[in-house]
């Protein structure tokens, strides 16, 4: 299948293989179409499968070839929880309408206001945005939504979690026309917070669930590491890091101030790594990620603040040095590996810390989770005694796997599976992503 045969311009087209982006995924190929016949869209696919061509290429087209409601407002909005994901967002479209007379730009908070008025004066039909100075800039009138056509939120479920429901109550009050059309996507949406909001922002909106939130993801090979304390971590972590199938590798600690003296720790053992810690300034984050993303250096050490769409596809291995708390997280960390039909590790370090956050991902994921060890470093630590059962998340418990074969609809919701659910669709399977890596061809 090719992208025109979705409805996509042959200049899209076109500029996707520039970038070596020949066939659609599974999400692009439901999506797209849907998303050009003018319907609501909450879409749900596995972390890597291209969800981010999914909802700009039908924007792009949109933009292209229908007249606008408005000259002065924005036509498209993209809402995205973090600064590091609305920035990729905003060059993956940069590269789209490269050569077109379409304008766009970027409102993160941590930069200049004033700077964002003027570059909002210009007029642009695109506008991506993290949630908090969006608002800002409807609150103050900078930005006017009435001729707002497609509203769009990227990681949806996270930008709730991140407490911004208000400020998206208030940028769907002043799009709030018949025409305007909303797409949501994640990798994690079933959870009842987001129906909630899906029902305020969505009409008749089309569900396209290509897997469930708890799914295996085939091309990630997740392996757990039990450890007695923070020494025996850092010790099984060096042994990680010399291996030779290491390229570029993420690694999450619990807070801010661990990434930092992890990274003084593996430095000062040779290693070359960066800390995204929470005292740096947006300019510094964003310089680190392009160095990162450029493989200047081959360690990133960060919470969960990157643990959300980041799109680096020459890193091997996710280390989690702690777990994380919520298990969608988990799933959305390992999904930094393993993308566009790449291979990818995901070793996880489990002391006692880390059961509760263990119980609740094993639980989350259908107990599909395999314990290893490295000779001369086994613990001593076995797991602690088993009180109550823990519920899977701070949430709601993900639903099972949605749909038996492609499908729009999504049945009401099923109850908990009792045995490990089965992909319904084989993402690369099906298409197989052809894309070459992307140090080879940019
Ligand atoms: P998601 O948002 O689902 O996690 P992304 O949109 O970030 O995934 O895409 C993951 C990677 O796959 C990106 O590097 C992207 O350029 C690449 N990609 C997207 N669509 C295709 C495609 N049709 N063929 C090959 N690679 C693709
Ligand atoms: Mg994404």
Not at 144 to 171: H, M, N
Not at 312 to 333: C, G, M, Q, W
Request: hydrophobic residues 40%.
């Amino acid at each position: 299948m090719q992208f025109t045969d979705l409805g996509i311009d042959t200049r899209l087209e076109t500029q996707l293989a520039h970038q070596g982006i020949t066939q659609p995924t599974d999400i692009q190929a439901h999506a797209v179409p849907t998303a050009l016949a003018g319907h609501d869209i909450f879409a749900q696919s596995k972390t890597g499968s291209g969800k981010t061509l999914a909802f700009l290429l039908p924007a792009v087209q949109r933009v292209m070839k229908q007249k606008a409601l408005s000259k002065r407002d924005p036509r498209v909005l993209i809402v995205a929880p973090t600064r590091e994901l609305a920035t990729q967002v905003f060059t993956q479209l940069r590269l789209l309408i490269a050569g077109t007379a379409i304008k766009s730009v970027k409102i993160l908070g941590g930069e200049n206001f004033n700077d964002q008025i003027k570059a909002l004066r210009n007029d642009p039909q695109f506008v991506i945005a993290t949630p908090g100075r969006l608002a800002d800039h409807i609150t103050k009138r900078s930005l006017q939504l009435s001729g707002l056509e497609l509203l769009i939120f990227d990681e949806a479920d996270r930008i709730l979690d991140l407490g911004f429901t208000e400020q998206l109550k208030l940028i769907n009050e002043q799009a709030n026309h018949r025409l305007r059309q909303t797409l949501l996507f994640s990798a994690t949406l079933d959870h009842a917070q987001v129906d909630a909001l899906s029902r305020n922002l969505l009409k008749k909106p089309k569900q396209i669930a290509l897997s469930a939130a708890n799914e295996q993801h085939s091309d990630i090979k997740q392996t757990l590491y039990l450890a007695d304390h923070l020494d025996h971590k850092e010790a099984l972590l060096e042994h990680f890091l010399t291996q030779d199938n290491v390229g570029q590798c993420i690694i999450f600690t619990a807070t801010r101030a661990d990434t930092s003296r992890l990274s003084e720790s593996l430095n000062a053992k040779g290693f070359k790594s960066v800390a995204l810690a929470g005292d740096l300034t947006q300019n510094k984050r964003l310089d680190i990620m392009d160095a990162f993303s450029r493989e200047n250096f081959k360690i990133l050490i960060t919470t969960d603040v990157a643990s959300r769409g980041l799109d680096l596809l020459s890193v091997t291995h996710v280390i989690n040095f702690d777990l994380p708390k919520h298990a969608e997280e988990y799933v959305h960390r390992i999904g930094r590996t393993g993308r566009a039909g790449f291979k990818g590790n995901a070793l996880s370090l489990v002391g006692p810390k880390d059961w509760l956050s263990y119980l609740a991902i094993k639980s989350f994921l259908n107990d599909e989770l395999t314990f290893s060890s490295v000779d001369g470093l086994k613990a001593k630590f076995k797991g602690l005694k088993e009180k109550k059962p823990v519920s899977a998340s701070g949430k709601n418990k993900a639903q099972p796997a949605l749909t038996k074969k492609p499908a729009f609809k999504r049945k009401t919701k099923p109850k908990k599976p009792t045995a490990p659910i089965k992909a319904p669709l084989n993402i690369d399977g099906d298409t197989p992503m052809r894309r070459k890596k992307k140090t080879e061809q940019e």
